[in-house]
């Protein structure tokens, strides 16, 4: 647990993230003046064209119809023509820069540790990924150029407006300034209210997903008519927000919509003056109120453009709170020519960020090549910690390990992944083939390979899967159970003939029968390589050559299981159930 | 070797897909299920339809009072007659513009209240429904499948009520009274202006199929990405330690460059639609400028009709926009509707009683009368089995996996009904028990021990509805969990994380036992319920078995033979028959299947 991952609030400007997400815009530069230039011209186009309606109006002689005609058809095209271009083009460098900052992240992610994935949950890093890129896409690619874009239109068409007849252009321009204050105020309180929406739908969403997962217990029990209160209440609290947000948006389209209409109201009373007067022609006047309305939009919308901003600095910094978390674990530089597979644990130490005691101190251990070495403890007495420590998916905090003299900080990890393969006892299936879970890394393995290591899990099982190595598995495909996901997590860690094995607890959901023929080849495979085995079971412990006594955080006795059995009291309470067994069957 | 693409591998079907073509028209039984939806809003659809006219008629009439005003109103006053007429249509536009504007807010609110009553109604029927439905159809279906139709689904037809319906609405209702209003304007110029409509029709058409196409591929790509990053992510530690990350940013990188490829190719069409639409939008203006100009000229309409025409056009065409984006919601509440029909057509396997015998309390014996299990007619699970299980007696199942004990729990237990045959509990066929009887008799623990959010206290509460928080303790107490519990940082007020996720399994499982002890069941049923724990907390949940199974019916199932030792009876099962049946000493000491498996079982502990 880094601790600079803690700190989600870093004292930076809002704008700063998003700042510094331009390099991802360097490659596609002259694009983006191509579109801003082509922006800028379909403004003018929109702009022209009720001007050439107005000269059509107060057109003087027939013969000068058809050219002004033309002349808007022309505009018109262009204008037609300007937007396509601005889309068409935006395309590659918009999707570009989300896809880019997507592989991106997605790298630096995968090059986090275990440290700062057990305290992130993927859900949280998804939304990073999907909504927060989406978010920050939507604003650099379309939020800001809308927003130069109506600040542009908007000054011109105010002083055009102005420059038609200066008193209906300073009534316009007027009757802006309430638009602006009401969707500023509306985008506040919009964005606050959909949060909420957000919040209580997770709450739901989570609901949903306990009352999904958990089916059988509610079922056991007979609870659901309990988790189906709970449900309409949580559900319930979405309705009503949902109601109160509709009202909200109700309040403001309709207001949106009455503003520009008394406008005009005000604009067709002032104007038919000014026509009176002489101050104004008709045509002005029609030109005049097409040009109105084109001003209600680039208004209105200055708002929602606003809170897109607003949403997409958020967003950057989200995203770059997760880019700027630096790998606490860094790759080393030194190789191993030809592992042996000594492994030494030096006084080893580790200490959760924060925790008052350390999860392991002073652990002292040596395993030499060839040699398996079982490690037994209590639940929570570091062991899985321990088997962590080998292919560094957390480092030390004190003292050091080593492999054949080497300390694995120096190695490279490439390197030192490749000496250590980890069976676990909760093993992770990809959705994706069988023969892609087993060779996971390992893309060079032959079939030949594979095939060895299902047999020595005893999971040829997948031989007989609809497509044999080609099945989908996982949680998209075909789904086995928790002893044949054990055997495939097993095959995969003697796929690639490590130099050093190690097995958390992974025979844990085998019955009887299989586990004693997986013991029986796990023999031959560990005869080869140096093996560090996690046991709850008298069965797993026979595997090794010895056995390591873990208690209170520390090593406190090696011996074979029979010296251990025989002279600690602990590891007899912790293993030799036979012991007490025996004595009740013989009390019958 | 593998090639780029085949990484994935085959599965059979994917049930998520969306379907080949979503038709505008939905299958029977999802317009039954709309239909019964808005039948209770009947008379409030009723009375919106007539708000969303009069809003939209108000909003229609103001380019026609501009057109008036222009001609009727601008020309005596030019002339020095006095401004009455101007006068009066400027009032009658300010009346117009607070009609609609207070017609068009009170639609919002009606139609946004009935769309929330709606969705309400939905998450809770399919709530229920789902929770109705059998375990055999959740094994089936996978909770991740349950978890998209009440949520993305759900939201889909959300978005569709929020924004969609009353954007269609208003589009549809503004362009056919638009239409309308030019041709009463002016038949001449009205036609000029209606001419391109078929081109626009035709178009419109185009862009809804090729959309509907790549909204698809969207979809898709995009899930490949969040699945694949997912499970990354969460597997971090497999990721990790097996050298994964080349492999996986070279999948990713592809996945997010066909997702780049299907968005690109979604915002190409409308970056061709939307330009398209104003193209023959604007084309149309100058046709009408043009037209209209010349027929000006010549007084045969008079400006204030033209400048009317130029304000309806304006209207005309920026509702087609809205509606292009409209169908790709559309499109999706389409068919997240087929899903939760589809959902709300299962019958529950295990359907309860419609007013089931009840027992005051259950004594507890179990009765197997020819009851025979299968999936598939070919393959039984089950043969046929006559057993009974006498109150009060614990039971150990015994045999390798795919042997059948686990079906014969979940018979007990009615997860599953006997496709021949009978269950009974206390001489009541299960099927004819009231459901809150059977489950206060019959409790199944598994090794799935699942703890939902909340703490711990409410975990073991789940057992029995008000439960006081003594009763609670001491289920924790017999169940040798309380030590563990109170060592908490908040005792039994922790909470104990999402799933249970701050505490070990060890730990899980004892909050379950206590849970299933709570309960107070006659029949209780251990189906691997001690395999996650090791050796120190297990004896300590045998031992309290001891106490928890002396006045009740059990069933246990377990690998681990050190389980077996506290049972009465022993029942050996090899392809879902029974091959022995005795003590465990009987049994030992014969030389059966039993003797052998325990022999090996001592011979691993030596």
């Known amino acids: ?588 | 070797m593998t090639t780029a693409t085949d990484w994935r591998g085959v599965a059979s079907e994917n049930k998520d897909d969306l379907p080949e073509k979503v038709s505008l028209l939905l299958r029977t039984r999802s317009r039954k299920l709309l239909t019964d939806l808005l039948s209770p809003h009947r008379k409030a659809i009723a009375l919106l339809s007539a708000v969303i006219v009069c809003s939209s008629g108000a909003g229609l009439a103001i380019p026609y009072l501009v057109k008036v005003g222009i001609d009727s109103g601008i020309p005596p006053m030019a002339r020095g007659e006095g401004s009455g007429t101007l006068l009066t249509v400027i009032a009658v536009i300010l009346a117009a513009a607070v009609t609609q504007a207070l017609t068009r807010q009170a639609f919002l609110k009606m139609s946004g209240r009935i769309g929330q009553d709606i969705l309400l109604e939905l998450r809770r029927r399919v709530f229920d429904h789902f929770q109705r439905l059998s375990l055999s159809f959740h094994e089936k279906y996978t909770s991740g499948r349950v978890i998209s139709r009440l949520t993305s689904d759900i939201e889909a037809i959300a978005e569709l009520l929020q924004s969609g319906f009353d954007g269609l609405v208003t589009a549809v209702l503004t362009m056919f009274g638009t239409a309308a209003l030019l041709l009463i304007l002016d038949v001449h110029l009205g036609l000029v202006a209606l001419v391109p409509l078929p081109i626009l029709l035709l178009f419109t058409r185009w862009f809804r199929r090729q959309s509907a196409l790549t909204y698809r591929r969207t979809r898709e790509t995009v899930a490949l990405v969040i699945v694949h990053f997912v499970e990354s992510m969460t597997g971090i530690r497999a990721v990790q330690a097996f050298r994964r990350e080349p492999r996986n940013q070279e999948i990713f990188g592809q996945l997010n460059t066909d997702y780049r490829d299907a968005n690109a190719r979604a915002m190409q069409l409308i970056a061709v639609f939307m330009p398209g639409i104003k193209l023959i939008g604007n084309l149309t203006i100058a046709g009408v400028l043009i037209y209209g100009g010349w027929l000006a000229f010549h007084d045969e309409v008079t400006v204030g009709v033209l400048a009317a025409f130029l304000l309806y056009l304006r209207q005309f065409y920026e509702p087609m926009q809205e509606i292009s984006q409209f169908y790709n919601t559309l499109q999706s509440a389409g068919a997240a509707l087929e899903k939760l029909s589809g959902v709300l057509e299962e019958e529950p396997s295990v359907p309860e009683p419609p007013r089931g015998a009840e027992l005051a309390r259950a004594r507890g014996e179990v009765r197997f009368e020819g009851t025979a299990f299968s999936y598939v007619p070919e393959m039984p699970i089950l043969p046929r089995l006559d057993l009974t299980i006498p109150a009060g007696q614990s039971v150990a199942l015994v045999g390798a996996t795919g042997a059948g004990k686990t079906t014969l729990a979940k018979l007990i237990a009615r997860f599953y009904d006997p496709t021949e045959g009978r269950v009974l509990l206390d001489g009541v066929d299960l099927r004819d028990l009231d459901e809150t009887t059977l489950r206060g008799a019959v409790v199944m623990v598994t090794q799935e021990n699942f703890l939902f959010s909340g703490t711990v206290a409410e975990n073991i509460g789940f057992g029995r509805p008000g439960a006081s928080r003594k009763e609670i303790v001491e289920a924790a107490e017999a169940i040798g969990a309380h030590e563990f519990i109170s060592a908490l940082p908040d005792g039994y007020d922790t909470e104990v994380g999402k799933r249970g996720g701050r505490m070990s399994a060890g730990q899980r499982q004892l909050v379950a036992f206590a849970r299933a002890f709570l309960a107070d069941p006659s029949v209780l049923i251990l189906d691997e319920a001690t395999s996650s724990l090791d050796v120190p907390s297990e004896r300590l949940v045998q031992r309290a078995l001891r106490t928890i199974l002396a006045d009740r019916t059990a069933l246990i199932i377990a690998h681990r033979l050190s389980t077996v030792e506290i049972a009465d009876r022993v029942l050996v099962m090899d392809k879902g028959v029974i091959v022995e049946d005795g003590s465990p000493e009987q049994l030992v000491a014969s030389s059966g299947r039993f003797a052998g498996l325990h022999q090996a079982w001592l011979d691993s502990l030596a």
């Open chain 1, 1 to 588: 647990m880094p601790p600079d991952t803690n700190s989600p609030r870093r004292p930076l400007l809002a704008s700063n993230s998003l700042w510094r997400m331009r390099s991802y815009l360097r490659p596609h530069i002259g694009k983006l003046v191509f579109i801003w230039l082509v922006a800028i011209l379909g403004i003018a186009a929109s702009i022209a064209f009720p001007l050439v309606g107005k000269e059509v109006i107060d057109a003087e002689q027939t013969a000068d119809l058809l050219p002004l005609g033309l002349l808007a058809v022309g505009v018109g095209v262009a204008e037609a023509l300007m937007i396509f271009l601005r889309r068409w083009v935006q395309t590659k460098p918009v999707l570009g820069l989300e896809t880019e900052i997507r592989d991106d992240l997605y790298e630096h992610l995968q090059r986090l540790p275990m440290a700062f994935h057990s305290d992130w949950q993927s859900g949280q890093l998804l939304s990073r990924a999907t909504t927060d890129l989406s978010t920050i896409r939507r604003f650099l690619g379309f939020g800001m150029l809308f927003l130069v874009m109506n600040v542009i239109q908007l000054t011109t068409v105010t002083i055009v407006l102005l420059n038609m007849y200066w008193p209906l252009g300073l009534l316009v321009a007027a009757s802006a300034v309430p638009i602006i204050w009401v969707s500023l105020r509306f985008e506040k309180k919009y964005i606050k209210i959909s949060r909420q929406v957000q919040d209580e739908q997770g709450d739901l969403a989570t609901l949903v997903e306990e009352s999904a997962i958990g089916i059988r217990t509610i079922k056991a029990f007979g609870r659901r008519h309990h988790v189906y209160d709970s449900f309409d209440e949580s559900a319930r609290k979405v309705y009503a927000t949902s109601i109160d947000k509709v009202g909200l948006s109700a309040k403001f389209f309709t207001f949106l919509e009455v503003i520009p209409n008394f406008t005009l109201a005000l604009v067709l009373l002032l104007g038919a003056l000014a026509v009176g007067t002489g101050g104004l022609t008709l045509g002005t006047l029609v030109a005049f109120t097409t040009l109105m309305l084109q001003l209600v939009w680039p208004i209105a919308s200055l708002g929602y453009i606003l809170a897109m901003a607003q949403e997409s600095m958020t967003s950057a910094d989200r995203v770059m709170e997760v880019m700027d978390t630096v790998p606490s674990i860094r790759d080393g530089s030194e190789t191993i020519e030809d592992p042996r597979g000594h492994l030494r644990l030096e006084g080893v130490g580790f200490r959760f960020p924060g925790a008052e005691r350390p999860v392991l101190h002073d652990v002292w251990l040596d395993v030499r090549p060839g040699e398996t070495v079982a490690v037994v403890g209590a639940t929570g007495s570091g062991k899985t910690t321990l088997t962590a420590l080998v292919p560094r998916l957390v480092d030390v905090t004190s003292g050091r390990v080593t492999i054949d003299g080497h300390d694995v900080r120096d190695l490279k990890l490439s390197v030192l992944r490749d000496v250590v393969a980890t069976a676990f006892e909760e093993p992770t299936l990809f959705s994706m083939s069988v023969r892609e879970n087993l060779t996971l890394g390992h893309r060079e393995a032959t079939d030949e390979e594979v095939r060895e290591a299902l047999e020595v899990a005893q999971a040829t099982f997948v031989y007989d899967l609809p497509w044999g190595l080609d099945t989908r598995i996982g949680e998209q495909g075909m789904s086995l159970s928790g002893g044949q996901r054990q055997r495939l997590a097993l095959a995969r860690a003697v796929l690639s003939k490590p130099k050093i094995l190690v097995l958390d607890d992974t025979l844990s959901a085998l019955d009887v029968e299989t586990e004693a023929l997986v013991e029986e080849a796990l023999r031959h495979v560990l005869r080869e390589a140096t093996g560090i085995v996690v046991a709850h079971r008298a069965s797993t412990v026979l595997l090794a050559d010895k056995v390591a006594l873990l208690r209170g955080g520390t090593i406190t006795h090696v011996g074979t299981h029979q010296e251990l059995l025989a002279d600690v009291p602990e590891y007899r309470e912790l293993l030799a159930q036979d012991a007490d067994m025996s004595e009740e069957g013989a009390l019958r």
